[in-house]
């Protein structure tokens, strides 16, 4: 179970001009594992990721999570889906800009219907002693850390990073990395999309895309 996508598509159009982004993706991501998503700028990573997370809706092709079909559905089911078993994290940051981290967290939970101690998870992510900062007074490293507690405030059943160690420098880039390797020991299934070797280095399975198809 988990996430499974068989052969997903996505079109962009404006006006004339057509991108394929994503062509013909079948994937399927277990319990446990962690697997990254390597590929050169524009290869389709963030689209795809997007499509899985059911933020955008494939123009071809299913998803599902946990059994449960996500491509084709409503936005609001989707947002449900999403909600009750996929954590995302982007390259942006998933922050509340004007609420401290522990509120953030609390926002999360509440949006999320998550029942996890917010206490716990900030000392798990080893940020407890930042939980009264605001998103712009945590360093890069906090900032990372936080967002993952966001996405993982309802214990989804996946965990989808969209270069989450982007801006870190290595040793915060290993401890993100080691936190995420133990949400994949407590039974996430995570997809990771990145340029690090660090990320390739730690996940189980490599998946790359080139030019919106998975050639490996
Ligand atoms: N909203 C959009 N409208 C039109 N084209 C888009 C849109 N979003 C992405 N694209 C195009 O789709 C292709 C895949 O983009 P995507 O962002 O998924 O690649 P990526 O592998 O995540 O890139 P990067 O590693 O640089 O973040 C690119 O050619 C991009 O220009």
Not at 2 to 30: C, H, K, M, P, W
Not at 49 to 76: K, N, Q
Not at 136 to 161: K, W
Not at 167 to 195: I, M, P
Request: negative net charge; proline residues 3%.
């Amino acid at each position: 179970m988990s996430l499974r996508a068989e052969n997903l598509y996505r079109f962009y159009r404006a006006g004339d001009e057509e991108t394929l982004a994503v062509q013909g993706v079948s994937l399927e991501i277990l319990p446990g594992e962690v697997v990254a998503l390597s590929g050169p700028s524009g290869s389709g990573k963030s689209t795809l990721l997007a499509c899985l997370a059911g933020t955008d809706e494939p123009s071809g092709g299913t998803v599902w999570v946990e059994g449960h079909r996500m491509s084709g559905r409503s936005e609001a089911t989707r947002a449900a889906l999403r909600g009750r078993h996929i954590g995302t994290m982007a390259q942006s940051g998933n922050l509340v800009a004007h609420l401290s981290l522990a509120d953030n967290l609390r926002l999360a939970r509440y949006i999320r219907g998550g029942r996890a101690s917010i206490q716990e998870l900030l000392s798990d992510l080893g940020i407890d002693h930042r939980a009264k900062a605001w998103p712009h007074q945590l360093s890069g490293g906090e900032l990372a850390r936080a967002s993952l507690g966001v996405a993982l405030v309802n214990a989804p059943a996946v965990l989808l990073a969209d270069e989450p160690t982007g801006e870190l420098d290595e040793a915060t880039e290993a401890r993100l990395l080691t936190l995420v390797r133990h949400r994949a020991d407590a039974g996430c299934a995570v997809l990771v999309a990145s340029h690090s070797p660090a990320v390739r280095r730690t996940a189980d399975r490599v998946l790359i895309l080139d030019d919106g198809s998975l050639v490996a």
